[in-house]
Every structure is written in C-alpha cells, then in structure tokens.
Nanobody, 123 residues
Framework: QVQLVESGGGLVQDGGSLRLSCAAS????????MGWFRQAPGKEREFVAA????????TYADSVKGRFTCSRDNAKNTVYLQMNSLKPEDTAVYYC????????????????WGQGTQVTVSS
C-alpha cells in the first residue's frame, strides 16, 4: 500500500515557476514508477510526466517538454515536478500516481493516487 500526498500548488503569473512535491508513505516507494497527471475543469485527466523507479528514465507530454522536469529522491520517498515558463493552459489540478511494472502515460494501471494540488496560472 502506498499513500501519496501532493503539495506545492498555488497561484502564479504567466511565465512563472512552481515546484510540486509528492510525498509517499511506505518502505517500497523505490519499487514504483511514478507519474504526474493533471485535470482541468471539464476535461479528461491527462498525462504530464513519468519517472522510472530508479529515476534514470523520464517521459514527458509534448505540451510540457522543455518546461517541466520530473525527478525523485527515493531516500526521501518524494517525487518532484519542477514547472517553469508556466502558461494559463497549465491551470489544472495536478495528481501524482504510482504504479508497478512498466512506466505508463495513461491513467489506467496506476494503482495509487494522491488527492491533487491546484495550480492556477494567471495571464
């Protein structure tokens, strides 16, 4: 069982930066691949980034590539999403999720989810 808690969301201006954190409970955090997803009002949940269990492999959605960086610190049971050059269209609730087996870019297959943190980018 893994419990996930996101933090770091907030209100930022167009072009600003935020760093989201996702703290995981449990001693098996380093066995899970981690993903970040987001959901804007009226839209489906969409993939943002994913990182392999050891941190050696990352994958990004085209919409955030070059602006967002996903990393993890297994000693701290935490995964991060550094978001730079934020745009109004990045406004959404951001969720972290954990899954075993292979890294995935769809919500299906992720076993555990956090409660989400709101990110709002003003123009």
């Amino acid at each position: 069982q893994v419990q996930l808690v996101e933090s770091g969301g907030g209100l930022v201006q167009d072009g600003g930066s935020l760093r989201l954190s996702c703290a995981a409970s449990g001693r098996t955090f380093n066995r899970y691949h981690m993903g970040w997803f987001r959901q804007a009002p009226g839209k489906e949940r969409e993939f943002v980034a994913a990182i392999s269990w050891g941190g050696s492999s990352t994958t990004y959605a085209d919409s955030v590539k070059g602006r967002f960086t996903c990393s993890r610190d297994n000693a701290k049971n935490t995964v991060y999403l550094q978001m730079n050059s934020l745009k109004p269209e990045d406004t959404a609730v951001y969720y972290c999720a954990a899954k075993s087996l292979a890294v995935a870019v769809t919500p299906q297959g992720y076993n555990y989810w956090g409660q989400g943190t709101q990110v709002t980018v003003s123009s």
